[in-house]
C-alpha cells in the first residue's frame, strides 16, 4: 500500500510533523529524568528484573513520568503517521541532548564549554541532515512479514543483552541493556508507523490486524529494557546508546521495509553523511562529558521508611541519659 499522497516530498513541506516530534522529544525527556532517578533507587537482587515495571508503578514520581510517556507516545505516533522515518528520527533522537541538560539541571551543575559544543553539534548536525535528505517514496504502512522478522529480532537481542548484563559491571550493564533497549526502540517505531496508517486507514479493523500487538509486545519489552537500564547506572550511562540506536534502526527500517529514499548527489550525500557524523560525535561526547555519578538531588517529599527512622529513634536514648 503505498502512501505517497499522504506523506511528504521534504521536511519543508512537513513543519507540523516535524514540531510534533521535537514536542515528543522533549516530554519523553523530561520523563527520562523523572523515571531514572526513582528507577535508580529501587532495590533488587537480580541485574534484570522483569516484574520492574510493576514494582516502580506504586511510585508516584514514576506514574507521572509514565504519563508523559504516554503523551509522548502519541505525539510520536502522529508525528510518524504522517511523515518518513529518516525525516522524524533524528527529531526524536534530540530527546537526549533534552534530557542531559535537564539532569543537570537537577543536580545544580552548569554544563561545561566543551557539553555546549557537543549539544551544538548535535543540533547542527540534525538539522543539516533535515535540511539535505529530502527524503522522497515510501510506503505508509510496510506488511507483516518484515516488521515480525524486525520484531523477531529484537526479542532475540533483547534475551541475550538481559542475559549478558548479569555478566557484567552496572556501568557496562546499563550499556548492554541500552543496546537492546535502542534496537527495539527503532523496531517500535517502525511498527508505530505502521499502525497509525493502519488506524487511519481501517480504524477499528485495526484491533484484527498482528501488527498492533507486535507493537505492544516490542514496546512493553523495550520499556522493560529501559527502566532495567536506569537500575543499574546514571542516565547518561544509558541513554546515548538508547537514543542513538534508535534512529539509527528507525531510519534502516524506513529504507529497507518501507522503501523510503535519501535525495541523491554526491554531494548531497556527502553532507548528510558529515551532518550525520557530527551529530554522532556531539552525542559520545555528551554522554562522556556527562558520565560521572549523579549528584544527589531533592525530590518531592516521600514517605520515610523504617530504615530512615532507625537512626533517629537511635539517637533519642542517648538525648536522654545526656
Given amino acids: 500500500m503505498t502512501g505517497t499522497a499522504g506523506l511528504v516530498s521534504g521536511v519543508t513541506a512537513q513543519p507540523v510533523a516535524v514540531a510534533l516530534a521535537a514536542a515528543a522529544a522533549l516530554s519523553f525527556a523530561v520523563a ?58 533524528p527529531v526524536l533522537a534530540s530527546s537526549l541532548l533534552f534530557a542531559l541538560v535537564l539532569a543537570a539541571r537537577a543536580e545544580r551543575r552548569r554544563m561545561r564549554p566543551g557539553e555546549w559544543a557537543a549539544a551544538i553539534a ?10 539535505a535528505a529530502q527524503p522522497s517514496g515510501g510506503d505508509s504502512v510496510a506488511g507483516a512479514l518484515p516488521l515480525g522478522l ?28 541500552g543496546l537492546g533497549g535502542g ?16 488506524a487511519g486507514a481501517r480504524q477499528l479493523e485495526v484491533f484484527a490486524d498482528a501488527r498492533l500487538y507486535l507493537l505492544i509486545v516490542i514496546g512493553v519489552l523495550t520499556y522493560t529494557m529501559q527502566q532495567n537500564g536506569y537500575r543499574a547506572a ?14 539509527i534502526v528507525g531510519s534502516l527500517l524506513g529504507l529497507l521495509i518501507y522503501h523510503e ?10 553532507l548528510e553523511v558529515l551532518a550525520g557524523l557530527a551529530a554522532t560525535w556531539g552525542i559520545a561526547r555528551l554522554a562522556r562529558a556527562t558520565a560521572a555519578p549523579p549528584a544527589p538531588v531533592q525530590w518531592p517529599a516521600e514517605p520515610v521508611g523504617a530504615a530512615a527512622l532507625a537512626p533517629a529513634a537511635q539517637a533519642a536514648p542517648a538525648a536522654e541519659e545526656a
Fill in 32 to 89: 527520562n529524568v523523572l523515571q531514572q532517578r526513582v528507577a535508580y533507587r529501587l532495590a533488587s537482587g537480580t541485574a534484570f528484573d522483569v516484574a520492574v515495571l510493576a514494582r516502580l508503578g506504586r511510585q508516584p514520581l514514576w506514574l507521572l513520568g509514565l504519563g508523559m510517556v504516554i503523551g509522548s507516545f502519541a505525539l510520536q505516533a502522529v508525528a510518524l503517521g504522517s511523515g518518513r522515518l529518516v525525516v522524524i528520527e
Fill in 122 to 131: 548535535t543540533f547542527a548536525g540534525l538539522g543539516t541532515f533535515l535540511v
Fill in 150 to 177: 524486525a520484531a523477531l529480532a529484537a526479542v532475540a537481542l533483547a534475551a541475550a543483552c538481559a542475559r549478558f548484563a548479569a555478566r557484567v559491571t552496572s556501568a557496562r550493564r546499563a550499556l548492554v541493556l
Fill in 183 to 198: 534496537v527495539g526502540a527503532g523496531v517500535t517505531d517502525a511498527l508505530t508507523k505502521s499502525v497509525a496508517g493502519l
Fill in 234 to 247: 546514571g542516565l547518561a550511562a544509558f541513554l546515548p546508546t538508547f537514543a542513538v540506536l534508535e534512529p
Fill in 261 to 270: 529514499r535519501l535525495g541523491g548527489g554526491s554531494a548531497r550525500i556527502a
